[in-house]
Structure formats: C-alpha cells, structure tokens
C-alpha cells in the first residue's frame, strides 16, 4: 500500500470553482491530497485562501490537463451542460468524480454517466453538501424513529434577493439553454436546488418513493428564460407530497427550512444553517457537524465498504428526474406591473421583490399549497407532468 496522496485536479477554478479551491488548499497543505491541475476558460490567479501551488498544471484545456497530470479525484465545477462530456472523459483518464449539482441535465445524461462509471470501476459524489449535514440525520433520525409521528408531508421554503448584476454572471445566466443544451439556471435547478434535494432525501429515508407526479407553477420578475419564483409539488409513489416555495425576489431572507409535517408534530431543518427544531421543543437549536463531500469521497476511496458516500449518484436520481419536468415546462410567467417592487440601479444591482412574496411562500409551506390553490392574485393555473421512466442507479 502506498502512501502518496490522491492527485486532485478542479475543472472550472473561476466562479463557484474558487470554493471549491478554498475546501481543496489545506488538504494540499495537510499533505491529505496533491493538486496537480487547475482549468477554466479565464485566467486562474492566486487568493489568500486558495493558492496556486508550485507544480500545478494551470490550462484552460481539460483534456490536456488529464493527459499531463493523470489525477485521481478530478472536481467538476463548470456549466450543467458541459458536465457530463467532461464527466466522462474524467473517467476515462481514471479518475473518481466530485461533480456539482445538478450532475447532469437530464434521465438520459444520468444513465449515460452511471454506465460509465460501472464501466470504468469509479464512482461518482454529486455536490449536494448540504446532505452531509449532522442537523439533516437527526431530522431523519426523528421522522424515521417515530418522534412525528406519521409522515404527511414534506415541504421547504426560502425567500433569497438577486440583482440585475447576477444575471449578468455568465453566457448562461438566467438562460433556458446555450447552444441548445439545456442551462439550467433559475431558482429551482440552480441556487435553492439544495431545498429540493433535502426534501427527496427525508422522503426517500421515510420510504416515500420516487416522483410520479409533478405540479408546477414557475414565475419571473425580469425578462430571463428561468425561474426566479416557483411553487411546486412532488407526488411519490407512496402518496406522499413534498411541497417547494421559493424565490429569488423576496423581500425579507428566509435562509432555507425544511418542514417535515407529522401527526405528532412538525419539525423544522434551516439547512444553510444546521439549525433543527423537532417536535416539542421552543426554538431552534444549532446542530453542529458536516462532513465535506470530497473528505468523505477520500474516506471511501480508502475504504470503499465501509465509508459509503454521502451523495452518490444514485441517490440524485429522483431530483434528476423531477428537474427533468422543471426544465420541459414553458418559459415562466412574468409578474410586473403592481405586484413588484424595483430598487437600485437598473442593470446593476437593481432588486426586484414580489410584493407579499414572503407570506406567500411561508404560507405555502405550511400549508404545503400551491399558489394557484390560494388567493395569490398573479398565481396561475400548475402544470401537471407524470413522470414514471425508470432510472439507472450509478454510483
């Protein structure tokens, strides 16, 4: 047995990649890993936290990159459309893959990477951190030990602001698709995907089922091609509903919660924060403790039986398939005109908010109602997608 450490390469270093530099330069440091290869499109340049060490292949070609360097454990940090070709060339050099969320843009993309990865022996951790949180386990602890009693539902709701600049942010920002491949931004698939996720992974603990129904109603508050609004439910196969509300235009910052309704009671996850609050208890309480994806993908690599990972692909298949129905619905309907509330600068950091946003949301929670099931005066009809095509695992 050796005692080198794993080579790590990052693909898409810019952006949200530098994050992911942050996590990797003190496992360099530590000696726990070995960067050997950093590639974006834009110049890569030092920052305090997350250095460019001597020796590492800086390129904006990741093939070249997978030549030279041969890494272990390469990190996936580009536009959605661009992982899975990527993806797959990375196990072809060899290599585990720590992909971000979304992993890929469709069911067919996700069949695709899971037969590769059976084909090449790798395996696959999806960026979902939040589920390597300790607060997420407790809650599943409890809703699968009986503390609320029978599950009858699940919800989530966050209310964040974006300005005009973060649509800005890229060629693919607030966009439908580039060059004919699905983008995937907008609330639902990009910044609040988190809020879907935790939810599918407390149903999946309850045995929920997978998703056989979606009910969709999307919005916007700017002339973009992509959700910054959302009301939705998820039917499982069980009967059990989970119930998305969020948006990018609220008035006041809701951080993210995950409500997990029972016939005992309700409890409350803020999953950006690992604050819990289960049934009888007054407030909120932190829960410390998460694990980091790739830390956990270096553990399995060591121990393959007896560290599982903490998001393999497999387990990002029912959110696959529900973003799947997210993206095949129309452009989102435009709210304007007095139901919005616009500051700043326009083009800069102006901000949009839907007026009563916020109660709107929270009472969708709740009451895990959709908008349009409500008197929300600029809500329409949901759209009705069965879903129902099997899914390949992966690893």
């Not at 580039?178 to 309850?206: E, F, I, K, W």
């Not at 499982?236 to 309704?261: K, M, N, Q, R």
Request: proline share 8%; aromatic share 4%; with cysteine.
């Amino acid at each position: 047995m050796t005692n080198t450490p794993p080579r790590v390469a990052l693909i898409g270093a810019n952006g949200h990649g530098l994050w992911h530099r942050r996590q990797i330069a003190p496992l360099h440091a530590a000696g726990a890993v070995r960067l050997v290869g950093l590639v974006d499109v834009r110049p890569v340049t030092p920052a305090p936290d997350a250095p460019v060490p001597a020796g590492v292949e800086v390129s904006t070609d990741h093939r070249r990159m997978l030549e030279r360097t041969s890494p272990d454990v390469v990190v996936i940090c580009t536009p959605p459309y661009t992982h899975l070709p990527i993806a797959l060339d990375a196990l072809a050099a060899g290599a585990d893959l720590l992909l971000e969320k979304p992993p890929v843009v469709n069911l067919d993309e996700h069949r695709r990477l899971a037969e590769a990865l059976d084909r090449h022996g790798r395996v696959c951790q999806v960026g979902f951190q939040a589920l390597g949180s300790a607060a997420l386990a407790e809650l599943t602890r409890a809703a699968t030990d009986g503390r609320l009693g029978t599950v009858t539902g699940i919800s989530t709701v966050a209310a964040w602001q974006r300005d005009d600049a973060y649509y800005q942010r890229s060629p693919w920002a607030g966009r439908r698709s580039v060059d004919g491949r699905p983008s995937l931004d907008g609330a639902l698939a990009n910044p609040l995907a988190h809020a879907t996720m935790q939810c599918l992974a407390v149903a999946g603990a309850v045995g929920g089922g997978r998703p056989v129904l979606v009910e969709l109603e999307r919005y916007r508050v700017r002339p973009i091609e992509v959700d910054d609004t959302a009301s939705m439910r998820i039917t499982l196969d069980s009967g059990l509903s989970i119930v998305v509300a969020v948006t990018l235009a609220g008035e006041d910052f809701i951080a993210g919660e995950v409500l997990v309704h029972g016939t005992a009671g309700t409890a409350v996850l803020e999953y950006p924060t690992d604050r819990l609050r289960l049934p009888g208890e007054a407030a909120m309480r932190l829960v410390p403790g998460r694990t980091g994806l790739l830390q956990n993908l270096l553990a399995h690599r060591r121990d393959p039986a007896g560290v599982p990972l903490i998001a393999p692909l497999a387990r990002t298949a029912p959110f696959t398939e529900v973003l799947e129905a997210v993206q095949a619905a129309p452009v989102p309907r435009l709210v304007d005109g007095a139901h919005v509330v616009a500051s700043g600068v326009a083009g800069a950091d102006r901000v949009v908010t839907i007026s009563g946003i916020n109660e709107i949301v929270r009472r969708s929670a709740v009451e895990l109602s959709l908008f349009a099931e409500r008197e929300v005066p600029w809500a329409v009809r949901p759209q009705r997608i069965r879903l129902g095509r099997e899914v390949t695992a992966g690893g």
